[in-house]
């Protein structure tokens, strides 16, 4: 009796912990059911176009192939957008039909992986451009290099050229970049002048924008900040790394560039600059009730000068449109240097497996084309991807535009290497122990450094 | 014991295969399959679509040896499973003992701690973030008024992990509904004799109460602990960047193996970690096993 109740007893554990060790599992249970519903999806298209792969057929009978296009451009002006891209590339032609198909974000991509190893992808993927050499490698991506060889001398011209070489892997081509970002700053012009500060001189170096932020903060009869002059944290910490001297971590050839003497001094200003003279709780307790909408920091006049994304400036036009404000380039660290800034952005991927590359080759182009990357970013104020269409008279009316065009040339686009996966997110905590006052910026660079040059050396 | 069973015994193991049968078709059918498939796949460079060779123990190489942060991720998740686990045991007793009163009104009580358990996922992190915010949060606001200025949760390093065990606190319905009901089969003979020997109600609890419900104490430490060794969800959504900030604290061990197996494709370097855990989660099962023949009372005396 007892030898069973134990037996009894390790059945159970081994029945609990089953879901545990089959981590990968639960998930891929999880997508199997989206792959069903996949699976069934694909299988509507394909009735509704008739027999298989029969193009000419479809097109003549008036069915069109149905494609899907994944995002997560699922509410707003971004979905109103999308679709009505869509729809123009729709009635463009009359072979394809685009769906558009949106999850949340990061669990798209996470979807999307499933059903490419799986065998059924979506047709078309817009992706994060960081990381589009790891599906290249992984064969998760449909190499584009021969369509592109059919359009033609210069077609990779189009694009700015450090978010086209975000697209190669082994000398091939795995995506066409969509859009991309930078940092700039924002300023509160009328705070500027109750401070007695110039409304048309934004800071141009730290020292000034240190200098400027003293003299904007109102501080409450309690010790609280009313307004904070400027609020280094609305950037990561690493954005701000890649802003000191314009220098991803790691280069092409493997160099580690995580200690630099620019980082070093970067961080030594933020931390004592800000996070050392007003106390770290003092900020935290601060940022955290930051909220959007109204109750926006910059919005709401709670910060009278921050870091930002280009399109950060829709929400003071939706929710402030009376505010007085200016935009300019990051500081640079010192005078007379550079003002850098780090950038994101997405690319458009055809999925390795794709039913109709062709296809999902013509949607990429069209949604990358000069046309419609100027109706994105009148829409939604991206930084896109097409050089043309990024300087296009009507875009660089907007003062934000103005600026973020400005900025590309200094902005970093910065990659997860294949030679360094993930070195971002291995010095992240390193850089907050300094922001957490637990180790000087020296310190906390150098042991970071170390530790993406042994990731370098296992990735050889 | 080698004697043959009896009719009635047959009959109860038949009826005992049969609950359980949900769980072992499920486990044979569904979870056994992919479960040996991750198995395997922990000794090769399996990255869901391009490879799959076998590279012996690199995987586990990388883990204990190269991985830079894989301690870390330990570290954290068991950091969180000792403080989480023990919690919340105590917690559901001492409120289990409290709603087993019979006053008025304590099946509204019972609903009320109840009700956390139903709700679930995102919605109640959210909700947990507005109630942790340093300022205007609701834990703050209450420490304030007894003169406490409270940490800023989970901003701070050192006060993320246990804002994750308040919450997994708030939520330990489940547990108190066992301990509760188990409580209430405790044969009230004991009480009376007890009370007839003029024993106080701490000795009461402590000699009759806790003895006999040691073994639904045992069943969920067990089940808590495999639960806490989970913990992903409240990581994934209320750490600021999704991948264990503040300075990594909330880099749990499954977060990890999300991150590797999706973000990074190392699916066979994520299997290879999840059976780490296994082996970890399955040693200490088996040593509270051994341990529970000293401290968990069984009804037959067998002990």
Known sequence: MKRKKLIGLLLATVLGITSLAGCGNTNSTDTAGSETSGAEESAESTDAAGTEGADTEAAASGERIKLEVWDWWGDGQYKYVIEQLCQNFNESQDKYEVVHVNYPWGDVWTKALAATAAGNPPDIIIQDIRTVTHRGQANQATDLTDLIAQEGEGFTDQFYPQLMDAMV?????????????????????????????????????????????????????????????????????????????????????????????????????????FYE???????????????????????????????????????????????????????????GGEHYSWGGGFSVEIPYGAKDVEGSWEFAKFITSKESQVYWASQVYDTVANIEASQDPSLTEI??????????????????????????????????????????????????QAQVEQLVSDNK | MKRGMTKREKKEARAGWLFISPWIIGFTCLTGGP????????????????????????????????????????????????????????????????????????????????????????????????????????????????????PSWLADPSWTKPSLVMMRVWALGTSMLLYLSSMNSVSKDLYEAADIDGASFLQKFRKI????????????????????????????????????DPAGSLLFYNLHIYDEAFTRYNMGYASAMAWFLLVIVMAITLINLVASKYWVHTEEGET
Do not use: H
């Open chain 2, 35 to 150: 479960l040996l498939f991750s198995l395997y796949a922990s000794f090769t460079n399996y990255n869901m679509t391009s490879r799959m060779d076998f590279i012996g123990l690199e995987n586990y190489i990388r883990m204990f040896v190269k991985d830079p942060v894989f301690w870390k991720s330990l570290g954290n998740t068991l950091y969180y499973v000792l403080l989480a686990v023990p919690s919340s045991c105590v917690c559901a007793i001492f409120l289990a003992t409290l709603l087993n009163r019979k006053v008025k009104g304590t099946p509204v009580f019972r609903m009320l701690f109840y009700l956390p358990t139903v709700l679930s996922g995102v919605a109640v992190y959210q909700l947990w973030i507005q109630l942790l915010a340093p300022q205007s949060g609701l834990i703050n606001s209450a420490l304030r008024l007894i003169g406490i200025e409270g």
């Open chain 1, 277 to 335: 003279y007003y106390g770290k709780k003092e900020l935290d307790s601060f940022s955290a009730e930051f909220g959007s909408g109204m109750t926006n920091p910059f919005v709401a006049g709670k910060v009278a000068m921050w870091v930002n994304t280009p399109t950060e400036f829709t929400k003071v036009r939706d929710f402030a449109p009376e505010k007085n404000y200016g935009v300019a380039l990051m500081p640079a660290l010192k005078e």
């Open chain 1, 169 to 273: 892997y082994d000398g091939k081509v795995y995506g066409l970049p969509y859009v991309t970002d930078t940092r700039i700053l924002y300023y509160d012009k009328d705070a500027f002048a109750e401070a007695g500060l110039d409304p048309e001189a934004p800071p141009q170096t730290w020292d000034e924008l240190v200098e400027y932020a003293r003299k904007l903060d109102v501080q409450n009869e309690d010790g609280t900040y009313e307004r904070l002059g400027f609020y280094p944290g609305t950037l990561e910490w690493n954005a701000w790394a890649f802003s000191a001297d314009g220098k991803d971590y790691t280069d092409a050839e493997g160099n580690v560039t995580v200690n630099t003497p620019e980082k070093v001094e970067l961080f030594e200003n933020i931390y004592t600059d």
């Open chain 1, 399 to 448: 003062p934000v535009f103005k600026a973020a065009l400005e900025a590309m040339p200094t902005t970093v686009v910065t990659l997860d290497r294949l030679t360094a996966p993930g070195a971002s997110d291995i010095v992240l905590p390193y850089l907050d122990e300094i922001i957490l006052g637990n180790k000087t910026p020296q310190e906390a660079l150098d042991e970071a």
């Open chain 2, 209 to 244: 109460t806790l003895p006999q419900i040691s073994p639904i104490i045992f069943f969920d430490i067990i089940t808590n602990m495999t639960g806490a060794f989970q913990v992903f969800q409240e990581a994934l959504v209320m750490s600021k960047n999704g991948k264990g």
